[in-house]
């Protein structure tokens, strides 16, 4: 077999509809073009065209993963099950995964840092909640604790959160005030003593 025509397709510029002997077979990406050296006059055998079709599902992945990486930072596990339900096989999604991390596109580690950060000091929840967030997300658990480590001090976000809340609901009777600040707080993820550290502080500064 031979390939008789490379030619840009109508309604999309970037693709390329192949012709072998004459005979129309299959549209590629210019960039799978470019990359296997494809051109008029070469000659192709059946495991050329499996190397084709091969090198066409990784430039569909990397398209597909750089469109999800466009609106936000995402982990392996992320990736790897929003290419897997896209229908890639695994083969593909280990070299696109691969090719991502050369790329530093994908680093839980420093997803990892990053997200405790600004969960703690903006998002005000506390690093039992962070723990179970990053867990969800496919992140090892080598890389939580290194991240929880070097992560902000709890402490000032749940004293935020109790002087909002304590604002709020000053009429409220002291033993009621505690009860249901303390449940808040837990629902956050404060470890029980960071709790009692800020409850015990709210009620000294209240005597």
């Given at each position: ?97 691969q090719r991502l ?83 808040l707080l837990a ?19 209240s005597a």
């Amino acid at each position: 077999m031979k390939i008789t025509a490379l030619q840009p397709q109508v309604r999309n510029k970037r693709r390329v509809s192949v012709f072998l002997d004459g005979t129309f077979l299959f549209g590629l990406s210019s960039e799978t073009v470019g990359a296997l050296g494809l051109r008029v006059g070469l000659d192709v055998d059946r495991a050329d065209l499996d190397r084709i079709a091969h090198e066409e599902q990784l430039h569909a992945a990397r398209q597909y993963a750089f469109l999800l990486l466009s609106y936000k930072a995402r982990t392996t596990s992320e990736l790897t099950q929003r290419l897997t339900r896209k229908g890639f096989v695994p083969d593909i999604v280990s070299h696109t995964l691969q090719r991502l991390a050369e790329l530093k596109m994908v680093d839980d580690a420093g997803f990892a840092k990053r997200f405790a950060e600004d969960r703690i000091a903006i998002g005000h929840k506390g690093k039992w909640r962070v723990r179970g967030e990053l867990l969800k997300r496919g992140i090892d658990r080598h890389q939580i604790d290194a991240a929880l480590e070097q992560a902000p001090d709890e402490t000032a976000a749940a004293r935020e959160v109790a002087e909002k809340y304590l604002s709020r609901n000053k009429r409220l009777e002291p033993a009621v005030l505690k009860r249901r600040l303390y449940a808040l707080l837990a629902r956050r993820g404060f470890s029980l003593d960071t709790i009692r550290q800020v409850t015990s502080l709210d009620e000294a500064e209240s005597a």
